[in-house]
């Protein structure tokens, strides 16, 4: 009900404000005939898989294990699902026939070869900082792929949501097309970090929460938010963690996967790091740790040492030193065990090889999303650390059982129980497949 008035809104505005703009209209860039890859030097080309690394393209226009780029990954969004399409160099189905300018129009603009307007799942919000130079290296990548047969898919998105030139009232209210400026106050890190997340590498596009029209809420980035069935955690002073998000710290998590102090990138910020900035430099995985933690005011934070986390362990410590006498707690036999065999640390400090719990954001943060999905399905081989795995418990725990362990972690890090969550154990249970 709520989300049919949601989308009769919606409608209404979008149609409000196509009548503001007038129509506004692009024109079609003639096709061209397919380019031969060897028109394309190799460093262009190696240059360009580095960038559609930073930019995600995969994880976006790959179904897992399907052929590379061909589209068809399905992206819920409130208002329907919306597919990706074709970017190999099939002149039919794909992008064979663009030109470069019409490409870069596409990454700029969110507009068709066609001239039709692109829904923003499509993060080109965030590719329209992308300079020239990365664009052309990333069209020379793209057009040196192998060409894949395979036609667009339609959304599911209700009239008249699916209707393109709709898209035309939405940019208008919230495509802000800014290029990339440079902020003289911060350092030449600082600045190429900010191109690279707020451009290319889109961070926001996960972290930042998004309106009732879907458009990031400017006034509120990086404060959290829910994505496909995960949460992404407040990357500002907001963040949950005991220990500060310092530059040292989210560098070793881009670069590696998993921080003793903080826990593994699991789910789609595992692919984030580990298909994604893979092949980035530590210069510009550097650059965005500079970012990040000059956004989370880390460097005002208590220092990540010895000390600091010994203090945040000890309150656990204090709490896990009852659990003896909690026999008739559910919540906490079930952790003696299922899970302290791993997740114990009785000597009171962080082991590198297993998250330790009361410093993981999976615990703190508002949406117990995280939690119940690690402890369902774990967390797989080539997630988080690298060859190292945590075995799921989807088949031995029921919700009840999941409910009460959740719920008794949470208690062990906050005084903010979580509601509803033998609700969204439920959800999630139905809607993740392992
Ligand atoms: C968050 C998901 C997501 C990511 C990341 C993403 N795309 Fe897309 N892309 C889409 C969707 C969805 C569409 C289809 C939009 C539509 O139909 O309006 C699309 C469409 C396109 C199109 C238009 C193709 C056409 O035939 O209309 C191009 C070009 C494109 N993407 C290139 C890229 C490149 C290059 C990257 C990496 C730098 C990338 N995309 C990353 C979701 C994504
Ligand atoms: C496709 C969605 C997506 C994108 C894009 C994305 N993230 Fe994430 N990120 C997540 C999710 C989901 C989590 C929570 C799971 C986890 O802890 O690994 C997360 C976790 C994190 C964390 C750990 C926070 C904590 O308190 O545990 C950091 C730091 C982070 N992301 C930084 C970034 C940066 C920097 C970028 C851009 C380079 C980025 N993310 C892009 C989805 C995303
Ligand atoms: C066999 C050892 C083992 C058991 C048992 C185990 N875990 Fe884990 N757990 C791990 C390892 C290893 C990782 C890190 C995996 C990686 O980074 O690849 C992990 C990661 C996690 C994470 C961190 C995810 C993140 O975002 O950082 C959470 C939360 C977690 N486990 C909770 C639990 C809970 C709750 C239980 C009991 C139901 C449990 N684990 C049982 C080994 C285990």
Known sequence: MLKRLLIAIVGIVLIGAIAVVGLSWHSAIAPIAPL???SFSPQLVEQGAML???????????????????GGVPLATPFGTIYSTNITPDPATGIGSWSQA???????????????HLFPAFPYTHFAMVNDADLTALYAWLMTRPAVVAPAKAST?????DQRPLQAGWKLLYFDKAADSTNAAKSVDWNRGRYLAEGLAHCAACHTPRNALGAERKDDPYRGA???GWFAPALTAANTTPLPWTETELFTFLRRGATTLHGSAVGPMSEVVHDGLALSSDADVHALAVYFADMNGSATRPETNAAASATALAGVM????????????????LYLSACASCHSNSDGKPNALRPELALNSALTEPDPANLIRVILHGVGRAEGMPDLMMPG????LTDADVVELAGWLRGRTT??????????????????AP
């Open 52 to 70: 559609a690394g930073q930019g995600n393209c995969a994880a976006c226009h790959t179904i897992k294990g399907g052929a590379q780029l061909a």
């Open 157 to 161: 998105l209700p009239f008249p949501l």
């Open 226 to 228: 829910s994505i496909d």
């Open 318 to 333: 204090a709490k896990s030193a009852t659990v003896a006498g909690q026999f008739n707690n559910h919540g906490a036999t």
């Open 102 to 116: 019409a490409f870069k129009r596409a990454m700029h603009e969110g507009v068709r070869q066609d001239g039709a």
């Open 415 to 432: 005084s903010a129980p979580w509601q509803n969550l033998a609700a969204s154990v439920a959800a999630i249970r139905k809607n993740s």
């Open 393 to 396: 418990f989807a088949q031995s």
């Open 36 to 38: 031969a890859a060897a």
